[in-house]
C-alpha cells in the first residue's frame, strides 16, 4: 500500500497552538513499517487556480493575506506554510491517481475543507479534494464524484465550490454546535446533536450513505477520515469511542468500495488533547484502508 505524507515541512507555530503539527510525523513514523510512504510533491500554481480565486492565491503566495484572513485561517504565515499547502494537496492528487489505478489511495494529510474559492479558513489553505477533483477531471480519468466528509466540523468550503456542480455530490456529517457557525450549505448536511455517540452515529451514517449513492454512481469518492468526532476531541462536541471510529471507516469504505469507483482517503482534523490519541485514531484509518488494498489485490 503507498500512502504520501509532507510531514517534513513543519510550519513553526506559538507554543500551546491548537493546530496538531507533531501528528503528521508522529503518523508517519507509525505506519511507516506497514505501508510505503511518499514524500507529497508541491502542486503548481495552475493547478490551485482551476480552483480558487487568483487574488486569493496571490495574496497567499506573497504573504499579503489581510489581517482578517489570518486570524480566520488560525495559522501564521510563512513560507513554509504556503509550501507545505502545496504539498498537502499534492498528496491527494497522487492518492487519487494511485486509486485510479489500484482502486484506493490515501494522503496521511489533506482533507482540507473549510477552503473555498475565495477563502481560506479554519486552519485550511487550498481545498485538496477540490484541487484533485478538478486535475484529474481536467485529464479525462473521472466526471462525477461523491464527497464524504466525516469530520466533526461542517465542510463549507468544499460545499461552496461543489454544491453547484451537478457531476459532484457532498455529504457531510458534523456536530451541529460546531464550527463553522455560518454555514454553506452541503448537498445533504446531516447536523448531529452535541454527546451523539457510536451507534446513533452510525445509523445515520449509513442512512446518509444510502441517499448519497442513490444520487448517482460515482467516478470517484473523496472520504475525509476526520479524527475529530472523538469523544476527547477538544474541538469536536461528539462522542465517538476509537473503536466507533474505526466502525465508521470501514462502513465508509466498504461501501465506497462496492460501488466500485477509486476511493480518496485524507486525514482532514483531529484535535485531542494528546496527540498520541489523534495518531491512534488516524493510523487504525490507514490499517482499515491497507486492509482492504490487500484484499483487492489477493
Ligand atoms: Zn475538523
Not at 486509486?99 to 482540507?112: D, P
Not at 456542480?165 to 463553522?180: C, E, I, K, M
Request: net charge negative; with cysteine.
Amino acid at each position: 500500500m503507498d500512502v504520501w505524507a509532507h510531514d517534513r515541512w513543519r510550519i513553526p507555530l506559538p507554543a500551546g497552538h491548537k493546530f496538531p503539527i507533531d501528528k503528521y510525523r508522529l503518523l508517519r513514523e507509525r505506519v511507516q513499517d506497514s505501508v510505503t510512504v511518499h514524500e507529497s510533491e508541491a502542486v503548481p500554481w495552475e493547478w490551485l487556480a482551476e480552483v480558487h480565486e487568483a487574488d486569493l492565491l496571490e495574496r497567499i503566495r506573497t504573504g499579503t493575506m489581510t489581517l482578517r484572513e489570518i486570524r480566520g485561517l488560525g495559522l501564521p504565515w510563512s513560507e513554509v506554510l504556503v509550501e507545505r499547502g502545496r504539498r498537502s494537496v499534492g498528496g491527494t492528487v497522487a492518492a487519487a491517481r494511485r486509486a485510479v489505478e489500484h482502486g484506493i489511495g490515501m494522503n496521511l494529510g489533506g482533507g482540507t475543507h473549510h477552503a473555498g474559492r475565495d477563502f481560506a479558513r479554519g486552519y485550511c489553505l487550498f481545498n485538496d479534494v477540490v484541487v484533485t477533483l478538478a486535475r484529474l477531471r481536467s485529464e479525462g480519468a473521472v466526471q462525477r464524484a461523491l464527497v464524504v466528509d466525516c469530520d466533526v466540523h461542517q465542510g463549507d468550503g468544499t460545499a461552496q465550490l461543489l454544491r453547484p456542480d451537478r457531476d459532484a455530490f457532498t455529504l457531510s456529517l458534523h456536530g451541529a454546535r460546531n464550527y463553522p457557525f455560518e454555514r454553506i450549505p452541503s448537498d445533504l448536511d446531516v447536523d448531529l446533536p452535541s454527546g451523539t455517540g457510536d451507534d446513533e452515529y452510525l445509523r445515520v451514517l449509513s442512512e446518509s450513505l444510502d441517499v448519497a449513492l442513490d444520487a448517482g454512481v460515482p467516478d470517484i469518492a473523496f472520504f475525509l477520515a476526520g479524527a475529530d468526532p472523538w469523544e476527547g476531541d477538544r474541538l469536536g462536541r461528539l462522542a465517538l469511542t476509537k473503536a466507533g471510529l474505526r466502525a465508521r471507516d470501514e462502513l465508509v469504505l466498504d461501501r465506497l468500495l462496492e460501488t466500485g469507483a477509486p476511493v480518496v482517503v485524507v486525514l482532514a482534523g483531529g484535535y485531542a488533547p494528546d496527540v498520541v490519541d489523534t495518531v491512534d485514531i488516524n493510523a487504525a484509518t490507514v490499517a482499515a484502508v491497507a486492509a482492504r488494498d490487500t484484499a483487492r489485490l489477493s
